[in-house]
């Protein structure tokens, strides 16, 4: 670690703070900041994922339970296999929260960015085609 | 005046940054005190750039924190930090290549501030670029698209300014325009840090200099003290004990 302290400035260039200075600073001292230590975007990312592989092991579950319930010896059967295709759809439905929960938690800032600027330059495409027509 | 009364516009305080596993900036102490230009000077990889990333909110510092006006900002997103008015512009200009000149003051549309406002300012202090509004910026001139990156930046009314590289691949005669135009910014009491690897010409407007090898700083001082330590890091001194005896 480097413990070289930075003299005070020695010429003219440190101005008066000027208006925008001061309200700079007071933007950044009422700024609402997180801990970055606790950020927990990996953590719901990796629960998502969980979620995903526990919701298709559930359906895959449900559906081999419904297959199995109807024999000739299970006077229960198609209660069984209600109960077997309700589960499956609960498998279905944890899957779709899980990969939801992972696309927001590991792409959402990346394609943000992308979709500002696919946005604007649509906007832009559409205010040259619209001058071109005037003209 | 106590130093909690006014503190420095910019503070890093063992500031430790990492791409993975790989850390390139090893313990940073550095000050920019309000209304001044501070100069980072250092040859290639040695980590100035990254630590521009780490001020600006786009690399979250591996250990360490970031001071601004004397509130921990630490962890603060990129675009915030940009509406409060930290500006970045970053190695290798940042513009779109595919709009041209007005519509990339159009960008920075987003503080608030109309089109003609952020024209009328970019054009009086670039009228190059008032005759080129119409052009697409890629096919301008590296000093051209420099100074549209610079337009882009002043657009938005900064208060703390950081400058990655300005000279990078441009003629001396253009490095020099640009330098005066950073120092009529620091006139008007923005705070600048600026990293670069050529030094001359920022030395002539930095107020202060800081010396960076191997992700450390060796050396801080005036810029007229810190002439001769520059040779020796750039040829290969690695810490500030061989940086230090050289004075």
């Known amino acids: 670690m480097s413990q070289i302290e930075t003299p005070a400035p020695t010429t003219a260039g440190a101005a008066e703070p000027s208006e925008r200075v001061a309200r700079f600073k007071a933007e950044i001292a009422e700024m609402r900041l997180r801990d970055p230590k606790a950020s927990r975007d990996r953590v719901w990312a990796l629960v998502g994922l969980v979620l995903m592989v526990v919701g298709v092991i559930v359906a895959f579950a449900g559906f081999f339970i419904s297959r199995g319930a109807t024999t000739a010896f299970n006077s229960q059967g198609p209660a069984e296999q209600r109960d077997a295709i309700a589960l499956a759809v609960a498998g279905v439905a944890v899957t779709v929260f899980g990969a939801a929960m992972f696309i927001r938690y590991s792409f959402a800032q990346f394609l943000r960015f992308w979709l500002a600027r696919l946005i604007y330059e649509q906007q832009a495409q559409t205010d040259r085609i619209v001058e071109a027509g005037k003209g | ?247």
Not at chain 2, 78 to 99: Q, S, V
Not at chain 2, 150 to 165: F, I, Q, V, Y
Not at chain 2, 210 to 215: F, K, R, S, Y
């Open chain 2, 1 to 247: 005046m106590s130093p909690v009364d006014h503190p420095p516009m910019l503070e890093f305080r063992d500031v430790r940054a990492a791409y993975g596993r790989i850390e390139v900036v090893h313990g940073v102490d550095l000050v920019v005190p309000s209304g001044t230009v501070v100069a980072i000077l250092g040859p290639n990889g040695a980590g100035k750039s990254t630590l521009l990333k780490v001020a600006c909110g786009l690399l979250p510092p591996t250990a360490g924190d970031v001071y601004i006006a004397g509130r921990r900002i630490t962890g603060a997103r990129p675009d915030e930090l940009a509406r409060a008015g930290l500006c970045l512009i970053p190695e290798g200009k940042g513009i779109f290549p595919n709009l041209t000149v007005r519509e990339n003051l159009r960008m920075s549309t987003f503080t608030g501030k109309s089109l003609d406002e952020i024209e009328d300012v970019a054009f009086t202090r670039f009228p190059r670029l008032g005759e080129r509004r119409t052009q697409v910026a890629g096919t301008l001139s590296g000093g051209e698209q420099q100074m549209l990156a610079m337009s882009r930046g002043l657009a938005t009314d900064p208060a703390l300014l950081l400058l990655d590289e300005l000279s990078m691949g441009l003629a001396p005669i253009i490095v020099e325009e640009l330098y005066e135009i950073v120092a009529q910014v620091a006139s008007d009491g923005v705070s600048i840090l600026v990293v670069e690897q050529f030094a001359q010409t920022v030395l002539g407007v930095a107020d202060q200099a800081a010396i960076m090898t191997h992700g450390t700083i060796v050396a801080v001082g005036p810029p007229s003290e810190l002439a001769g330590d520059l040779s020796t890091a750039y040829l290969g001194a690695g810490s500030a004990t061989d940086v230090a005896t050289t004075r």
